[in-house]
């Protein structure tokens, strides 16, 4: 089972760690308290950007990489390409119906900056989009109270 984390290292600059290695550099606008998005950079130096799209209730968030479309995400769940990832108000995370793992909020001091949200995954294959999930999460708990980390 690896251990991940979502870490702040600034207003807008994070970092998704995976067992104490960084594995993706991730940048918001400023104004990611009123919008859903990304650039990412992993650590193969591929890039990935999270753009939104659809109106106001019925925002479909889209992962590219290289122009590719890798992952397709409303606020909870993910759509494509792992049908049945989502997670629920407490934060646990589920993969059809079983729980797969939990965010958790530390606050600890990790790799320069303040963990977010802490998470362990034994299921490889939904890295990508557990990770994404977690940054739409914090997005949105940041939209929903108008407080950036």
């Known amino acids: 089972m690896s ?10 600059d994070f970092t ?7 594995i993706w550099t991730v940048r918001f606008p400023y104004t990611y308290t ?9 650590k193969d130096g591929d890039t990935f950007v999270l753009k939104n799209k659809g109106l106001l209730f019925w925002k479909e968030l889209i ?24 997670i629920d108000s407490r ?16 606050g600890e001091s ?14 490889s294959e939904a890295e990508l989009m557990v990770a994404t999930l977690a940054i739409v999460s914090m997005q949105n708990k ?5 407080v950036r980390y």
């Open 63 to 86: 992962l590219y990489n290289a122009d590719q479309v890798v992952g397709k995400f409303n606020r909870k769940r993910c759509i494509y390409p792992i049908k049945d990832l989502w």
């Open 34 to 42: 009123e919008t859903y998005g990304f650039s990412a950079t992993s």
């Open 110 to 123: 990790l790799h320069g900056g303040r963990a977010i949200y802490e998470w362990d995954l034994d299921v």
């Open 16 to 22: 998704v760690c995976k067992n104490d290695s960084v």
């Open 142 to 146: 940041a939209q929903v109270t108008g």
């Open 91 to 106: 934060f646990f995370i589920f993969l059809k119906d079983k729980l797969i793992s939990k965010f958790d909020r530390s």
């Open 3 to 12: 251990k991940y984390a979502l870490v702040q290292l600034d207003d807008v």
